[in-house]
């Protein structure tokens, strides 16, 4: 899963070219499978959804409208010290939504600094954010479930900038509202 959204890093920046991407296979029955990886495992009587299933559901939740320009350095992230990133906007819920994969084993200092606004533009100072993180050993089993799922929080957006940790092997979803 943290591959994968890494990888989808750059189905969202190359949208111009990249029209659809389709994952396959979806469900698999504990019984009677043919190979790994899948969306959604199930038995006669319970489903359980894997990471991967969160991390589709993560994108296909938060598309945009409108691929933004987002670097590190004035070149595009893409593996620059384990960190892979997205940027989009959605003018019509008017939100910019920064997607980012770190990789590397370790805590990623990250700033996220929006410029090119309109003046009349305001940053809601509360940006929601969605992360995913665990060790990559781990998998949702029907026992534990929810071993590795979104998790909801908030962080203060100041002049117009994230400051953060971007946990190690996480896959990170930032949303900030905005009004004209």
């Not at 969160?54 to 945009?64: D, E, N, R, S, W």
């Not at 893409?78 to 980012?100: C, P, R």
């Amino acid at each position: 899963a943290l591959c994968e959204s890494a990888f989808m890093t750059g189905l969202e920046r190359n949208a111009d070219i990249v029209h659809m991407a389709t994952y396959a296979p979806l469900l698999a029955h504990v019984d009677a499978w043919q190979w790994r990886p899948d969306l959604i495992w199930f038995d006669n009587l319970r489903c359980v959804r894997t990471p991967n299933y969160y991390v589709q559901k993560l994108y296909a939740h938060h598309t945009g409208t409108n691929v933004l320009p987002l670097t590190m350095d004035k070149k595009t992230v893409t593996g620059q010290d384990g960190l892979y990133a997205s940027a989009v906007i959605d003018t019509e819920k008017k939100e910019i939504i920064v997607k980012l994969a770190n990789v590397a084993k370790e805590n990623r200092n990250v700033r996220i600094k929006i410029e090119g606004l309109n003046r009349r533009t305001k940053l809601n100072p509360e940006v929601n954010t969605i992360v995913m993180q665990g060790s990559l050993d781990a998998e949702n089993t029907f026992d534990t479930p929810d071993a590795i799922v979104p998790v909801s929080s908030s962080v203060g957006l100041k002049e117009n900038a994230l400051q953060l940790d971007a946990a190690s092997q996480s896959f990170n979803v930032f949303v900030i509202s905005y009004a004209d």
